[in-house]
């Protein structure tokens, strides 16, 4: 990873815990020059990037201006954990590990998921309360080459940080599909559904590592009445 991204996600996680709160500007660049150490182009591509992104905004003649929480809507096209949002944004919330098992990958889940015939996985399914209510049904596959230990504990914290952090892995890009659903047997058995629900937002995510190796696929379905999907997104010409 180049030091400006690494830049950025630290300036990032300090926006989301408010370490630079909303309406504030960030330092200057001479001053996160000397904090991180970096030149002021690693600093200035940081800075664009938290631009192009919808943390900031450029000011002339003050500086970095943070955008209100409200801006910072969850990024359809970002790799943003759920714990992370959760933080960000303040609301009471709970993880139920619903299941957590392994599972060797069929022909069937191999062309749906993209992982390889025969490779085993962790199976996670895991429901999202807020508010009192049942309201994400997330089934995560994760490859067991990549993350051979794994316990409730751990599913109901963070997987993004275990993974991160004490395993070391470098999480690089996702690639996405949203669909509109019909609601299937799992939503209706841990869903706190509306009697007129039949449809579900499904979030699809086939997950890769720094290496460009997929080690995670995920399934997050959201109940239609309690979520829309936000993105940020700046025109280039090409």
Not at 3 to 25: F, K
Not at 61 to 89: D, H, M, N, W
Not at 166 to 194: C, M, Q, S, W
């Amino acid at each position: 990873m180049k030091i400006y991204e690494l830049v950025y996600q630290e300036i990032e996680n300090r926006i989301l815990m408010g370490h630079y709160p909303a309406e504030t500007y960030l330092p200057s660049e001479n001053q996160l020059c000397k904090q991180f150490e970096a030149s002021r182009d690693t600093i200035r591509k940081a800075l664009a990037r938290l631009t192009d992104h919808g943390y900031i905004k450029k000011v002339q003649g003050k500086g970095s201006f943070v955008l209100k929480k409200e801006q910072l809507r969850f990024p359809v096209s970002g790799l943003t954990s759920y714990k992370e949002l959760k933080i960000a944004y303040g609301y009471p919330s709970d993880t139920i590990v619903e299941q957590l098992t392994k599972l060797k990958i069929d022909a069937q889940l191999a062309l749906k998921t993209g992982f390889e015939e025969n490779e085993e996985v962790w199976s996670i399914l895991r429901s999202r309360k807020i508010d009192g209510q049942k309201i994400i049904l997330d089934w995560d596959l994760i490859a067991l080459e990549f993350v051979p230990e794994l316990d409730t504990e751990i599913a109901k914290d963070s997987l993004y940080e275990y993974f991160e952090q004490t395993l070391g892995l470098e999480i690089a890009f996702a690639e996405k599909e949203i669909t509109v659903d019909p609601i299937d047997i799992a939503d209706r058995h841990y869903l706190d559904l509306n009697v007129q629900d039949t449809y579900v937002v499904a979030v699809n995510s086939r997950v890769f590592l720094k290496n460009l190796r997929q080690f995670q696929y995920t399934e997050s379905h959201h109940r239609l009445d309690k979520f829309k999907f936000h993105d940020f997104a700046r025109r280039h010409q090409l």
